[in-house]
């Protein structure tokens, strides 16, 4: 399994953007699709975007459509969510997940994990 380590999470107004970066290593990701989920306080964990590795190719859930990028550096081995235009309702623990290369929106395409990073939106 790839180790995934999500970093860049903070508190930002409302209005505001942030950049999440997420770092894989100990894997190769060439047949893989790169994700990020989001889980707000009693809610289920949300898919958000996912990029092919291989590609590039980019896919979005409703709630990010329009003010999130999501995007890789491979020589860097590092997948970015750039979120901008952010609303109190984005606030949530936001993971890094690497899968199968379908760019699926539920968690069981995705056998590795990030510990997530705690994103909170002040209105």
Known sequence: QVQLVESGGGLVQAGGSLTLSCVASGGTLSDHAM??????PGNAREFV???????????????AKGRFTISRDQAKSTVYLRMGSLKPEDTAVYYCAAGLPDMVVVETGYDSWGRGTQVTVSS
């Open 35 to 40: 994700a990020w989920f989001r889980r707000a």
């Open 49 to 63: 975007a996912a990029v092919r590795w291989s590609g590039g190719d980019t896919f979005y859930g409703d709630s």
